[in-house]
Nanobody
Framework: QVHVVESGGGLGQAGGSLRRSCAAS????????MGWYRQAPGKQRELVAT???????NYADSVKGRFTISRVNAKNTVFLQMNSLKPEDAAVYFC?????????WGQGTQVTVSS
């Protein structure tokens, strides 16, 4: 069993910043990747950013240059630094952790961006 717990800010202003954290615990021998997805009302869940155990990153075009994903392997923790927030960044953000052949999701947190 793997538990994924998210934390961090959920209310930001346009042009401002937020930081999200996510920690995985439980029966983990190797995490392949960690990442963030988001889902806005009426839209499909979409990738925001991922990072592998080796540190390779992948970003959605819409957040490149504004968001930064990082991780601390020893703590099975991943961070999402969100800068220059836009109203269209508002969504429910989910942490996703890939352990061997399985994906585990966090509970999801609403991120609101006020203009």
């Amino acid at each position: 069993q793997v538990h994924v717990v998210e934390s961090g800010g959920g209310l930001g202003q346009a042009g401002g910043s937020l930081r999200r954290s996510c920690a995985a615990s439980g029966m983990i021998d190797r995490i392949n990747y960690m990442g963030w997805y988001r889902q806005a009302p009426g839209k499909q869940r979409e990738l925001v950013a991922t990072i592998t155990s080796g540190g390779s990153t992948n970003y959605a075009d819409s957040v490149k240059g504004r968001f930064t994903i990082s991780r601390v392997n020893a703590k099975n923790t991943v961070f999402l630094q969100m800068n220059s927030l836009k109203p269209e960044d508002a969504a429910v953000y989910f942490c996703n952790v890939g352990v061997r052949f399985f994906n585990y999701w966090g509970q999801g947190t609403q991120v609101t961006v006020s203009s």
